[in-house]
């Protein structure tokens, strides 16, 4: 039977769900159900028939959009499952069992399954704004998908969700939840999210009574909510125990937008005196719970000529993936991975071997901290920094590199390369932001002589991925 409605399950997000950049439109929008990709023999899912290739469409009746109802609905040691086989176009019911803390050995595409993709790891709202307005239409990015913000680390902004919605969030207990805050004042938050805006704090007021943990965001826009207008919403957040971590980051712009009064990254004193103004509560919540709660992005750190925090001032990075500690983390892993003794010397007297070069690309921003991995001390190799010309403005990181700029900016002569290409600015679909394919892109530069691979530039990542293609170990 059916999990209790009543209880709120354990369950946690398969690490697939975040594995992909999915802020592009599905190439296949009018799909339904989830798409199986991986079925392990012997499995409950093995056992009931489920094949690779066939779609689940509803799970104990219900349909089947995202892995919150897969989550919720297959809790518990039994579930009806109603499966589509594309080979013939028939629908069958399947019935699934497990042992207790058994998993079901199936394996989906991805989080959502309602033919659309969304943005991840990055809040709608900065993203949107960068956009040219055609762009922004024709990508359709849905920035109040609560249970993306569950699933995948979306921040979303609350205006949208019904009481329907809160309901639902509140019964499958979707904690914790990213809530892009921006502002607590009426009208900076009509500017910033539109006519809906107190929509936005009356569902949040609600969340965090609910007992569901909010981590919150800020999108710093100079002259907007900046100033007085961000302490009152860094108070706000110190006077909600529910917010257990708010990062600010930097609103990005770009050539196609008018810019602000000023820029963070232009005005390092600017940067700084963000940095100080966000001291005293970062000081105060140590005191008062023992963690920072407030964190600054990478950014702010970069454009303000300083060092970013040791790892002990992230507090296990719950804002990871708002580029919030990235930097830091890299750099860590990169001293760890040197301290091995030898592994970095035995991939670069393999790529010498083989008669390679290494090459490595990275988004602007992130370029010099590659290079304390592939550089003098490190891997052999350089860091190509592309430059984003198709946003153009201080767009700068590796996740918005578009085709045409890498392909644009990458030599024309590639032989005895081995290129690797962030698999980061690909979403799931295999696309970059401006439409170029994965599949098409490798086929370009290989034919330009390199031997390109799509992968992780993290460093324990990027080293597993060379050790495995050079048969090392």
């Not at 940067?271 to 970062?282: G, N």
């Not at 034919?447 to 597993?464: D, F, H, I, K, W």
Request: net charge negative.
């Amino acid at each position: 039977m059916a999990p209790d409605s009543t209880a709120a399950p354990q369950v946690s997000v398969p690490a697939y769900a975040r594995a992909a950049a999915d802020y592009a439109p599905s190439s296949h929008p009018d799909a339904s159900g989830a798409l199986v990709t991986a079925v392990r023999p012997d499995s409950p899912a093995y056992d009931a028939g489920l094949e690779p290739g066939m779609r689940v469409l509803a799970v104990n009746g219900e349909a089947l959009t995202d892995m919150v109802v897969w989550l919720w609905e297959s809790a518990d040691e039994y579930a009806e499952l109603e499966v589509l086989d594309p080979r013939d176009g028939t629908v069958a019911a399947a019935e699934l069992e497990r042992m207790p803390g058994e998993d079901w050995g199936v394996e989906f595409d991805g989080a959502v399954f309602d033919g659309m993709r969304t943005c991840v790891n990055a809040c709608a709202f900065c993203f949107m704004t960068m956009l040219p307005k055609g762009m922004r239409r024709s990508l359709y990015l849905r920035d109040d998908d609560y249970r993306l913000s569950f699933l995948q680390g979306n921040f979303v902004t609350l205006t949208n969700m019904d009481d329907e919605d809160v309901a639902d969030a509140v019964r499958r207990h979707l904690s914790p939840m990213n809530v892009s805050l921006h502002a607590v004042t009426p009208e900076v938050r009509r500017r910033l999210m539109g006519a809906n805006a107190a929509r936005g704090m009356e569902v949040l007021g609600r969340l965090m009574e609910a007992g569901i943990e909010i981590h919150a965001q800020i999108v710093l826009c100079p002259g907007v909510n900046d100033g007085e207008e961000l302490d009152r919403t860094l108070a706000f957040a110190e006077a909600n125990p529910a917010i257990t971590s708010m990062g600010i980051v930097p609103l990005g712009f770009t050539a196609h937008q008018r810019r602000f009064e000023r820029s963070y990254s232009d005005d390092p004193a600017a940067a700084r005196a963000v940095i100080e103004q966000v001291r005293p509560y970062r000081e105060r919540a140590r005191e008062r719970c023992g963690r920072a709660v407030f964190q600054l992005s990478d950014e702010f750190y970069l454009d303000a000529r300083l060092p970013v925090p040791p790892a002990e001032e992230y507090d296990g990075y719950p804002q990871y993936y708002d580029g919030i500690g990235m930097i830091r983390s890299y750099l860590d892993d990169t001293a760890a991975l040197r301290a091995e003794g030898g592994r970095l010397a035995d991939i670069s007297a393999a790529l010498a071997r083989a008669g390679l070069r290494l090459a490595v690309v990275s988004g602007e921003g992130a370029a010099d901290t590659v290079r304390r991995l592939v550089g003098p001390g490190g891997l052999d190799g350089e860091v190509i920094a592309v430059a984003n010309r198709f946003f153009g403005g201080n767009v700068n990181v590796t996740g918005l590199i578009c085709g045409v700029d890498l392909l644009g900016q990458l030599a024309a002569d590639l032989t005895g390369v081995m290129l690797i290409v962030p698999n980061v600015i690909f979403n799931a679909d295999g696309r970059t932001l401006d439409g170029y394919h994965q599949d098409d892109i490798t086929r370009e530069l290989d034919g330009r002589g390199a031997r390109t691979l799509v992968a992780s530039t993290m460093p324990y990542e990027l080293a597993r991925t060379l050790e495995r293609e050079l048969a090392l170990g």
